[in-house]
């Protein structure tokens, strides 16, 4: 399973729980699980966090994959000038 | 001087990456014949104006633009009552989510004006004279309302409020009222508390900058035009066609179809570009009027009414065993975000240690609503604020603790494997090859003269892909067309040129880069976030290889042989099938030529949405000189240097690097937003807002790192963002070698320094 870190813009929705494993082979089946699991986090995540799976960073991309022993960092969205 | 320090692995036999063409926009730019936003024109344009509010926080009582209307030339008038009241709501449009409500409220106040030089109405005249005397006929009755421009004055309790429905978000619970504060970002690592506590040195300092625009030459500009049958075009200078269509859309409340935006050539944007101001303004006045009308900012309203980069209080403490071991950091930030929220505190939050492979920290950041002009992205948006301050926090710690700035620096760093601040785990970066590059040159060898001193500082910055489309052309003599979606802001159309010349095999100057119109490519988010040379390159290298698919195809069935059996190398098919060794090669040329008898025109467009961009660190090295009679400073020796992945172009990058050099020295020297007490910005000019020109500044070196992003064809990584993160932070730091006295406040203007040579020497 993949090990998800979510950092504190996610708290409200995990009620302050950072870190837990998640069954999910792309960052659409992540959205999903972790919406079941926190209802309404998939819909913010999707909205406003990007996916660093093992390092790299995906954003806006649902079906990046996500490997089996992955480790998935949910960061904010990141822009620039 | 310029080197590029390479890594062996990135080696690879390039013809034209890596090379040094003319670039393609030069003849223009120099001839004067490049058109700007401010240059185009329409038969029987109209001039539209905008009013702006002479308070920074006033409700509207009441518009009366009966007079302005009567007045002979004056075609239409209009008001926030002109367009939608939009509903918050969040709409991807430019690289992030805007929230639409506050995008439009910013376009035009609706019953509040939140700024000095809020737009509060517009007219459209026959002429500039008339358009200004129809404004003076518009009577606006505002109620003054008291108002707040400093970060921590809104954060305190009592403080004039901009927004009743403005509830803190990030807190554990929603706050029981609303107040200045938008959001509230946190991240931890470890225990803090203990790794204080075991620290063999503290340092701790507040930290304050100001506000500053990115002071792009060109004003914006736009002519828009709004047809009887509702089919729109604007013509406007932009770092995104597709984002004004966009914004432009939601605000009116119009089909995407409906609006056809062509980009003009770009006079700088730097991020202030990256969203609306005159656009939308330009089509209401064009449908009331029944003409194009064209808008024109001046200077003052540039400075009144667009983004800055926001204003901070910071508060950095570290601790340090004797070894120069970094033990712990607490960072604390409140950024300035103007009239809505939306400051890069979160960016800031994310970028503010990640240089540095820590144990325990926390970092806490603050959006903060004032009455000041909304903020707009600046280059790294962000980062360069907070790096000054924990640059200069990490300095301290070096004096303190008697070691080296790159030594200091080294012993911290991250690394491959490192588990970033803000998460994830660094892979294929070049920090410390960047470090050892500043390490190993001349200029820290260097000796300093009299009243000098030599700082140093780190700057990190992400990065980004996202979706682009290119689209590659062949003509019929064998040259090529390259077109993308982005405004060439930094170089991108060289950099697409060379990088479809080296995939098809062309000399460079065979290959011409346009920017289409949003109706003529498809979609690409706008140049921003160092994006388009990694992502719209990917799509422009991936259209000239399915080209050369193409080709090789056409070369098979000419050779009767399978496409394995045909490779493209120096812009020829060449025939590998040894049944038939009489093939002579096929160039593009002569593929070309026949391309009607071979299946028609050869082109090919990609779309994509690109992932997997490097992040950037820079390293910069700073002398400075300062006058003891003046406090004046003067940077005399400057090295920057960037891990670039691969320069496509080097000059270009050198450009890159540069220019965010010479904007940071700028804003740790001299620029600052200064406001009255009536809230009113008291310098918007350039000749009160002191900008650095070419002869305040020494010729700037800069040292190419290449350690490539295995993700990008050519091993690119961004490189607009990071030159200019370090400066501010370099320069300080400068300042107090050569004065002996931290400077924490920027920016260091002359009676600054002067005050704090006094002080120490009081």
């Known amino acids: 399973m993949a090990h998800v870190v979510a950092g504190s813009d996610c708290w409200p929705f995990t009620g302050g729980v950072s870190a837990f494993d998640v069954e999910a082979a792309t960052v659409r089946e992540l959205i999903g699980a972790l919406d079941a699991r926190f209802p309404g986090l998939g819909d913010f995540i999707d909205r406003k966090m990007a996916f660093a799976i093992d390092g790299e960073i995906h954003q806006d991309a649902w079906f990046s994959p996500i490997g089996p022993d992955s480790e998935v960092y949910l960061i904010p969205k990141i822009g620039g000038g | 001087m310029s080197e590029t ?36 024109n329409m038969p029987g344009q109209l001039v539209g104006k905008i009013l702006r509010s002479p308070h920074a926080h006033a409700r509207i009582v009441s518009i009366d633009a009966g007079k302005a209307r009567g007045l002979p030339g004056v075609k239409a008038v209009v008001t926030a009552a002109d367009f939608p009241d939009l509903a918050s709501e969040m709409h991807e449009g430019g690289e992030q989510a805007s929230n639409l409500r506050d995008l439009s409220l910013n376009v035009m106040a609706r019953g509040k004006a939140l700024y000095d030089g809020h737009a509060v109405a517009a007219v459209a005249a026959v002429s500039t004279e008339v358009a200004d005397a129809a404004l003076a006929l518009i009577k606006v009755t505002y109620e003054v309302l008291p108002h707040v421009t400093e970060v921590e004055d809104a954060m305190a309790s009592g403080a004039p409020l901009l927004h009743a429905h403005l509830f803190t978000e990030g807190l554990p619970a929603k706050p029981a009222s609303a107040s200045n504060i938008a959001r509230r970002h946190y991240n931890e690592r470890g225990d803090i508390a203990q790794a204080f506590a075991a620290a063999d040195v503290v340092v701790e300092q507040r930290y304050t900058t100001q506000a500053v625009h990115q002071g792009y030459i060109e004003p914006h500009a736009c002519v828009a035009a709004w047809a009887e049958d509702g089919r729109c075009e604007v013509w406007s200078s932009s770092q995104g066609q597709f984002m004004v269509r966009t914004y432009c859309a939601k605000v009116l409340g119009r089909e995407i179809s409906d609006i056809r935006v062509t980009p003009a050539e770009i006079g700088g944007g730097f991020g202030g570009k990256t969203t609306v101001y005159l656009e939308p303004v330009a089509l209401a006045l064009s449908r009331a009027s029944g003409h194009p009308v064209k808008m024109v900012m001046s200077r003052d309203e540039v400075f009144r009414a667009t983004g800055p980069t926001s204003g901070s209080v910071m508060h950095v403490k570290l601790g340090a065993t004797a070894d120069g071991t970094i033990t712990a950091a607490k960072v604390e930030l409140k950024f300035q975000a103007g009239a809505f929220p939306g400051s890069p505190v979160g960016a800031a939050c994310m970028t503010a240690l990640a240089c540095y492979d820590l144990a325990n920290f926390t970092i806490t950041g603050w959006d903060v609503v004032t009455n000041t002009p909304k903020v707009a992205a600046y280059r790294a948006p962000g980062a360069p604020i907070v790096a000054f301050a924990v640059e200069s926090a990490v300095d301290e710690l070096a004096v303190k603790l008697g070691m080296d700035p790159i030594a200091i620096r080294e012993k911290n760093a991250v690394h491959n494997g490192t588990k970033a601040a803000y998460g994830p785990t660094f892979q294929n970066i070049g920090y410390v090859e960047t470090l050892a590059a500043i390490r190993d040159s001349d200029h820290y060898k260097a000796p300093l003269g009299r009243n000098q001193g030599r700082g140093l500082a780190v700057g990190f910055w992400f990065n980004i892909g996202g979706e682009s489309t290119a689209a590659v052309h062949i003509g019929e003599d064998g040259s090529a067309v390259v077109v993308t979606g982005n405004p060439d802001i930094g170089g991108s159309r060289a950099s697409m040129a060379m990088m479809a010349a080296e995939t098809l095999g062309l000399p460079v100057e065979r290959v011409r880069p346009m920017i289409a119109d949003t109706a003529s490519i498809g ?16 799509a422009v290298v991936q259209a000239a290889e399915q080209v050369v698919a193409e080709l090789r195809k056409r070369a098979a069935k000419l050779w009767e042989t399978t496409v394995e059996q045909v490779e493209w190398k120096g812009g020829q098919a060449r025939c590998l099938d040894p049944a038939k060794p009489d093939k002579k090669p096929l160039t593009l040329e002569a593929l ?12 090919a467009q990609v779309s994509l949405n690109a992932q997997g961009a490097g992040p950037g660190f820079g390293v910069h090295l700073c002398d400075v000189e300062v006058d003891p009679d003046t406090g004046r400073v003067d940077v005399v020796r400057y090295t920057a240097a960037q891990d670039v992945g691969k320069a496509i172009h080097p000059a270009y990058v050198e450009g890159q690097v540069q220019g965010g050099v010479a904007q940071g020295v700028g804003w740790a020297l001299n620029e600052a937003y200064i406001f009255d007490r009536d809230g009113k910005m008291e310098n918007a000019g350039f000749l009160d807002y002191r900008m ?10 800069t040292i190419l790192v290449e350690v490539p992003n295995p993700r990008h064809p050519f091993g690119a990584k961004g490189v607009g963002e990071v030159p200019i993160v370090p400066p501010l932070a370099a320069v300080a730091n400068a300042v107090r070698a050569a004065i002996g006295v931290r400077m924490p406040d920027l920016p260091l203007s002359p009676p600054v320094v002067l005050a704090a040579m006094d002080r120490r020497q009081g």
């Open chain 2, 5 to 40: 320090l390479e890594k062996p692995a990135a080696a690879a036999v390039l013809n034209v990456v890596g090379t040094r063409p003319i670039r393609p926009d030069g003849a223009d730019k120099v001839t004067g014949r490049a058109t700007y936003g401010a240059d185009f």
């Open chain 2, 523 to 538: 979609y690409s988010m706008l140049t921003g976030g160092s994006r388009t040379t990694f992502a719209t390159g990917m």
């Open chain 2, 592 to 603: 070309a030529a026949q391309s009607g008898r071979m299946g028609g025109p050869i082109s």
């Open chain 2, 692 to 701: 650095p020109v070419a002869s305040d500044l020494p010729m700037l070196d």
